[in-house]
């Protein structure tokens, strides 16, 4: 670490005083920090890093700079991370241990998601996830640990995977590891600002294989014709109905705009936008059913969390009878299904969906409904029996 005082021009005050600033360099990266003292840039002296005629002045920058070295022993000598950031939250806050909780910790880290999902770099989503994580996590230390928090120092393996048991008590063990992938990057952090130097999430998760089974093309009918009088779930319906028909993804379909819509030469209406998930675009033929749906709320979805989306969904289908669980990827899932057995090659239904590469296509969404997977044995059949007979 390196510590100077500097003062810029371009700081320079109207009575031609410019305030001292102290720089810290650590691993290759600078910051300004302010001393609260001013000088006229006469006066100041770089090299010896003194100003003319103020003792006091001097005394006081003198020690500023030891207390910043001191600083720097001190962090070396409880193993903590040696950053521009550890090293001011101690000059900041004193040199007390690092006391970081990993609820506070938890905070400081979904504050700075909030700021990007202010800058739109994320979605608010993105947000409302991890504080539903928090939520379990606090949950985690008072029931099985008895306590209110827990240092972040503390954290050991055994509780991520502890963790990792506890939520498995309320959610399936794919949803558990999607909680603590959001777990591990918040101690990612805390591994990053220096509150520890070493990350205690060791444990290793497997994703368990879901057969998802899309609508079928008559499923898809009951939902759509289905006389529904309550204003709420009408609206769900024909979002989800709209979905079926375009496989747009809950956010994409959120935000969805006039510029999202366009009509080639031949007069046939598209969606061409670019997914939030991926950043590739998704070029979609608008078919009758979609466009229908549009016309009736004049090309302005409707718009509502996907929490409530789903919930909704869920009432749907006990109306409509469908044994299925509906959520907002199903639709996706029933759309991409509908496009490959009604003869589209993967690359087409790849472009449909806005995937990077067909392979993802082929991957994940390459299914084959019972009946068209009769017709192509029976073609199989059929060749069998010419081959026998000739």
């Known amino acids: 670490m390196k510590v100077n005082f500097v003062i810029r021009q371009t700081k320079k005050k109207s ?7 102290m720089t810290i360099c650590v691993k290759g990266k600078r910051r300004y920090v302010s001393t609260g003292r001013e000088v006229r840039p006469s006066d100041f002296n770089s090299k010896t890093q003194t100003v003319k005629g103020d003792k006091e002045l001097n005394e006081f920058l003198k020690a500023l700079k030891l207390r910043m070295y001191s600083i720097e022993t001190t962090l070396m000598s409880k193993d ?3 950053s521009i950031d550890t090293v001011l939250d101690v000059f900041r806050n004193g040199e007390q241990e690092r006391t970081m909780t990993f609820l506070q910790l938890f905070e400081i880290h979904n504050c700075n998601v909030g700021k990007r999902v202010k800058q739109k770099l994320i979605t608010p989503t993105t947000l409302s996830k991890y504080e539903v994580t928090k939520d379990y996590v606090i949950r985690f230390i008072k029931t099985e640990l008895k306590k209110d928090d827990i240092l972040v120092k503390d954290i050991t393996p055994s509780f991520i995977d502890n963790l990792f048991v506890f939520l498995l008590g309320f959610m399936s063990n794919n949803t558990a590891i999607q909680k603590m ?3 591990k990057r918040v101690i990612r952090f805390a591994v990053d600002e220096g509150y520890i130097k070493v990350s205690p999430y060791k444990i290793t998760l497997k994703k368990e294989k879901k057969e998802v089974q899309p609508l079928t093309i008559k499923e898809v009918n009951a939902i759509r014709k289905k006389k529904i ?3 709420r779930l009408s609206k769900i319906r024909d979002l989800f109905i709209f979905e079926c028909y375009t496989g747009l993804a809950f956010t994409d379909l959120m935000s969805l705009n006039n510029n999202d819509f366009h009509i080639d030469e031949s007069g046939n209406k598209w969606i061409i936008k670019k997914r939030h998930k991926t950043n590739v675009v998704a070029t979609i033929p608008l078919l009758p059913i979609a466009l229908e ?6 090309y302005k979805l409707p718009h509502m969390s996907n929490v409530k989306y ?8 006990d109306i409509c009878g469908i044994n299925k669980s509906l959520h907002s990827h199903l639709a996706r ?8 057995n009604a003869g589209l090659d993967m690359v087409s239904v790849s472009k449909c969906l806005g995937h990077s590469n067909s392979k993802i296509t082929e991957s994940t969404y390459a299914k084959v409904l019972p009946d068209k997977l009769y ?5 199989v059949n059929d060749v069998l029996k010419k081959e026998e007979n000739s």
């Open 375 to 379: 017709e192509k044995v029976k073609k």
């Open 333 to 340: 899932h029933t759309w991409a299904t509908i496009l490959l």
């Open 80 to 82: 903590v991370n040696v």
């Open 229 to 231: 009088d309550i204003e």
């Open 310 to 317: 789903n919930a909704y969904l869920k009432e749907i289908g």
């Open 293 to 298: 749906i549009l016309d009736k709320y004049n």
């Open 15 to 21: 009575d031609g005083c410019i305030p001292i600033e």
């Open 181 to 183: 992938k959001q777990v």
